[in-house]
């Protein structure tokens, strides 16, 4: 079954320091995609970052980049710079056949 | 600019009663999908349409709900004889299917259902 862990239920960063956010997966597929979504207090789901598991360098986008190590199962979130503006939830997820499983989540609290 | 909305965001309701919820979906995705996330857990997968198909349901989708998506356009979840157990967001999200991305899923504010 496929299933994707979030070990960190909280994490604190000090604004402008970098943060990681863990996740690991598992799977037998040979071909999936794994999805970073940021959900803030208001309960929208934002996209963030994918990473499909045949693209050979890590994915970018602006201030978040993606720490994938596909022998350990692992795709973990990296934000830079970090803003008061990134506190919230972050799940990680995979794409099973045409929809998406989630991990538990990580609370990210920035502070001046 | 119009995404995923969704109607009404909260809803109070009585134990046995039923409800029925709303998603809009961004006007040219043909996808459309239903979850269901409770207090500290991920969205859950309930349910997902192409165009007016309904193509997969979760085991989570008990006889007590059903979806439709008529004409492929906005969806409708109806829960029967809520019971608290139901209480949760409900997440709508759609999708352009078969543009060769990576089909990504937006998703709407959801709708908050409390089951006194």
């Known amino acids: 079954a496929q299933k994707i862990t979030q070990t960190q239920p909280g994490m604190f960063v000090q604004e402008k320091e970098a943060v990681t956010l863990d996740c690991t997966y598992d799977?037998?597929?040979?071909?999936?995609?794994l999805f970073w979504y940021k959900q803030p207090s208001s309960g929208e789901m934002i996209f963030l970052i994918y990473?499909?598991?045949?693209?050979?360098q890590n994915a970018t986008e602006g201030r978040y980049s993606l720490n994938f190590q596909k022998a350990r199962k692992s795709a973990n979130l990296v934000i830079s710079a970090s803003q008061l503006g990134d506190s919230a939830m972050y799940f990680c997820?995979?794409?099973?056949?045409?929809?998406?499983?989630f991990g538990t989540g990580t609370r990210l609290q920035v502070f001046p | 600019d119009t995404g995923v909305s969704q109607d009404p965001r909260h809803k109070i309701t009585k134990r046995g009663q039923n409800v029925t919820f709303r998603c809009d979906p961004i006007?040219?995705?043909?996808?459309l999908y239903w979850y269901r996330q409770t207090l500290g857990q991920g969205p859950e997968f309930l349910t997902y349409?192409?165009?007016?198909?309904?193509?997969?349901k979760s085991r989570l989708l008990s006889d007590r709900f059903s979806a439709e998506r008529p004409k492929g356009s906005f969806s409708t979840l109806e829960i029967q004889r809520t019971e608290q157990g139901d209480s949760a967001m409900y997440l709508c999200?759609?999708?352009?299917?078969?543009?060769?991305?990576?089909?990504?899923?937006?998703f709407g504010p959801g709708t908050r259902l409390t089951v006194l």
């Open positions: 990473q499909g598991s045949y693209d050979e």
């Open positions: 997820a995979m794409k099973n056949t045409d929809k998406l499983i």
């Open positions: 999200a759609s999708s352009l299917y078969g543009t060769g991305r990576f089909d990504e899923q937006f």
């Open positions: 006007s040219e995705h043909n996808r």
């Open positions: 349409f192409q165009n007016e198909a309904q193509l997969e």
């Open positions: 799977t037998s597929d040979q071909s999936y995609g």
